[in-house]
T-cell receptor, first 109, second 113 residues
Framework: GQNIDQPTEMTATEGAIVQINCTYQ??????LFWYQQHAGEAPTFLSY??LDGLEEKGRFSSFLSRSKGYSYLLLKELQMKDSASYLC??????????WGAGTKLIIKP | NAGVTQTPKFRILKIGQSMTLQCAQD?????MYWYRQDPGMGLKLIYY???????DKGEVPNGYNVSRSTTEDFPLRLELAAPSQTSVYFC????????????FGPGTRLTVL
């Protein structure tokens, strides 16, 4: 079966750095997305990785290792507004998006 | 551009009732999707469409129906509502296939009692 694993919840301090991991086992791989979802709101796009390596976009970076079936989202200089759920989603061989359950990130002052 | 719009925002149904969740996009996207999101769970694909007149089942299609008569609109029909259909429903769209960013509507929170 297809499976995406993320930690259920993480806590970090304002101004710090946090890394949210995602491991996947899917039938084929055509890319990996990270989305941010604030409570009661719709998911919004953060990043897309299809090749191995690190993609940096301001305070957020996303890393992919296809051989290990592993990705992480790195958030720097955390702000209170970064409190949200972070969803990892993999595009499988049928070009269907398989979604993880999401990681709820709590930022403390 | 309004992006992806959904109506209603909230709805309470009684068991056995039917309703249609509306979704529209003004970005001229070919692909449209319906998801449901249960608490603590990932998004589950209900149905999707690759263009007007073409729809296909996703992971959890039972109890739902869709139609796509225009590029802009993709309504989701619930027949004979059941408590298991209590969820938040999101509509999304993208220009190309799933390697393209999906843009989500604000969601419909549905409770079936």
């Amino acid at each position: 079966g297809q499976n995406i694993d993320q930690p259920t919840e993480m806590t970090a301090t304002e101004g710090a750095i946090v890394q949210i991991n995602c491991t996947y086992q899917t039938s084929g791989f055509n890319g990996l997305f990270w989305y941010q979802q604030h409570a009661g709101e719709a998911p919004t796009f953060l990043s897309y990785n299809v090749l191995d390596g690190l993609e940096e976009k301001g305070r957020f970076s996303s890393f992919l290792s296809r051989s290990k079936g592993y990705s992480y989202l790195l958030l720097k200089e955390l702000q209170m507004k970064d409190s949200a759920s972070y969803l990892c989603a993999v595009v499988d061989s049928n070009y269907q998006l398989i979604w993880g359950a999401g990681t709820k990130l709590i930022i403390k002052p | 551009n309004a992006g992806v719009t959904q109506t209603p925002k909230f709805r309470i149904l009684k068991i056995g009732q039917s309703m249609t969740l509306q979704c529209a996009q003004d970005m001229n996207h070919n692909y449209m999707y319906w998801y449901r999101q249960d608490p603590g769970m990932g998004l589950k694909l209900i149905y999707y469409s690759v263009g007007a007149g073409i729809t296909d089942k996703g992971e959890v299609p039972n109890g739902y129906n869709v139609s796509r008569s225009t590029t802009e609109d993709f309504p989701l029909r619930l027949e004979l509502a059941a408590p298991s259909q209590t969820s938040v429903y999101f509509c999304a769209s993208s220009y190309r296939a799933d390697t393209d960013t999906q843009y989500f509507g604000p969601g419909t929170r549905l409770t079936v009692l």
